[in-house]
């Protein structure tokens, strides 16, 4: 029998590094087959390669999609390609992203870099639910998990300005996966929507000096992909979906 015939199947876009990849090969230990998306098809290659050496010799199936996520076009045609060639998924993590220009406050930004975070963060965070999600919705069992930011939280800490075309698509994010669980039924249906926040990681986009591992940043993501959900639990961590998470709790939008 085919490996995805037994396992569950996550979709991970940003799969190729940082906190998609490190999510990705945390759930490959926890018994889930995989789909990669990247931009860059030689890392995406290494990066299959790496969790497949990193399995323990289970007969894992991965397979990569290459796919620029700022060019609406192309997301729909690699989510067609997923739909027809691989079984509904129980997860779809979407950890891909990229920050705005250091100066790029609203009265400054251009259309060009209002549009490249907008698409990238955003447009295609949407085609990628819209296209994917329905699937997992009617099966009952799916769980979507999106990285999004305490940049873009509404309340709190460090919400005072700049960075606007990433704040805004980060804001987007949040309200989306509100809206998407109580459209959904908030988890009592079988279908769960969450966006994180995993801080401040060592990725590309954080840095070699932030004061995470990206093993760390994808932490939350891989307990939310895992936890026992009940939508008449006695605890927030049992029966919540819909909401923002930093380490395994709830936070403010």
Partial sequence: MHAADTRPLAIITGGSRG????????????????????????????????????????????????????????????IDSINQSLPTPQLLILAHGVMSEKMSKTLKTNDAEWRRVMAINLDSVFQLVNGIAPAMADARNGRVIIFSACLGRMSGPGNAGGLAPYRISKAGVNALVRNLAHE??????????????????????GGADAPRSAEEGAATAVWLATRAFD?????????????????????PW
């Avoid at 789909?35 to 990066?47: H, M, P």
């Avoid at 397979?63 to 700022?70: G, H, N, Q, Y």
């Avoid at 605890?235 to 709790?249: P, R």
């Fill in 184 to 205: 959904t039924g908030l988890g009592a249906r079988g279908f769960l929507v969450d966006a994180i926040c995993p801080n401040h990681s060592r990725t590309d986009m």
């Fill in 19 to 78: 906190l998609g990849f490190e999510s990705a090969k945390a759930l490959a230990l926890r018994g889930f087959d995989l789909a990669l998306i990247a931009k860059d098809s030689e890392r995406l290659t290494s990066a299959a390669q790496s969790i497949r050496a990193a399995s323990d010799g289970s007969q894992i199936n991965i397979s990569t999609f290459t796919c620029d996520l700022e060019q609406p076009h192309l997301v729909r045609k690699v």
């Fill in 231 to 251: 939508s008449a639990g006695s605890t927030d961590a049992q029966k919540i979906t819909g909401v923002l998470w930093e380490d395994n709790q709830i936070v």
